[in-house]
């Protein structure tokens, strides 16, 4: 009996439907990874911590769950200076430090730009000048950067580095550097925040004391010269003015030693 219609081949050792499967298992593989990442970075304590300590265990995470990671860093851009804010392991710290002597380099434009930038091979990476040359003779084979989603009053990317050739190629990797990447940036979000937040409360603090002090000087002045509260300030913002000394500081002097501005 004839058969219509073309003939198809199976390939050896692959039933029918073995590939789709093959493809479901390695999803499963990798949602489970994933999974399994975010449950150790969930176990980092984000708060009351410095931020050196809190990105130095992310990194750490991140060194033992990016397949192909042999060493990782963070790198930080503050008033467009960089520096690697924690890394693990030290080819890390050595490839991020080849690129701040230069200006520029994978890690820092993820994360002026905001792109990821996967190098497969330092041999044959026709960009970034002379940085992949001379990353390859320190041991640096392939590299992942990939930029902080959040940006507070800094910006930043997570490196990973490898010895291996293509080694960050696969879409595993990816995804598991997004979401390192992801906590990463809330921790330095809630840094800044907090930075901000107690330079805030410092500056308040030094604004009532400033403000309690000529207060005091004024006090003191009222009462010796029997002058208004206006005047009062008026011979303390006109002595600091002659001295060139900060109105609270003559103030201070004032209330400590009880001697009267503008005369010895």
Same mark, same amino acid.
């Given at each position: 009996m004839s058969q219509s219609?073309?003939?198809? %081949?199976?390939? *050896?050792?692959? /039933?029918?439907?073995?590939?789709?499967h093959t493809r479901q298992t390695g999803r499963c593989?990798?949602?489970? %990874?994933?999974?399994? /990442?975010l449950r150790e970075l969930t176990r980092i304590t984000l708060v009351d911590r410095p931020l050196k300590d809190v990105l130095g265990d992310i990194v750490r995470v991140a060194a033992g769950a990016i397949a192909?990671?042999?060493?990782t860093s963070?790198?930080?851009?503050? +008033? @467009?200076?960089?520096?690697?804010?924690?890394?693990?392991?030290e080819m890390a710290l050595a490839a991020d430090e080849m690129q701040y002597g230069r200006g520029y380099g994978?890690? &820092? @434009?993820?994360?002026?730009?905001?792109? *990821?930038?996967?190098? @497969?091979? &330092?041999?044959t990476e026709p960009r970034?000048?002379?940085?992949?040359?001379y990353a390859a003779e320190h041991g640096v084979r392939s590299s992942l950067s990939v930029p902080l989603p959040y940006q507070g009053s800094c910006i930043g990317a997570l490196n990973v580095y490898s010895r291996q050739p293509s080694a960050f190629v696969s879409a595993e990797t990816l +995804?598991?550097?997004?979401?390192?990447?992801?906590v990463l940036a809330i921790a330095v979000l809630n840094a800044d925040r907090y930075a901000r937040v107690s330079d805030e409360a410092r500056n308040l603090r030094q604004a009532m004391q400033s403000r309690a002090v000529i207060e005091q000087a004024k006090g003191v002045l009222m009462e010796r010269f029997k002058l208004t509260a206006d005047q009062a300030f008026d011979v303390l913002n006109r002595a600091s003015q002659e001295s060139n000394v900060k109105l609270r500081e003559v103030a201070r002097r004032l209330v400590e030693t009880g001697?009267?501005?503008?005369?010895?």
């Open positions: 219609g073309p003939l198809t %081949a199976t390939p *050896v050792g692959r /039933l029918p439907g073995q590939a789709a593989c990798q949602d489970a %990874a994933v999974e399994q /990442l192909g990671a042999e060493s963070i790198t930080l851009v503050q +008033q @467009d200076k960089a520096y690697t804010a924690a890394h693990h392991g994978p890690c &820092m @434009d993820a994360a002026r730009g905001g792109v *990821v930038i996967r190098i @497969d091979d &330092m041999r970034f000048g002379d940085y992949p040359q +995804q598991a550097a997004l979401q390192v990447a992801e001697e009267t501005p503008g005369r010895s």
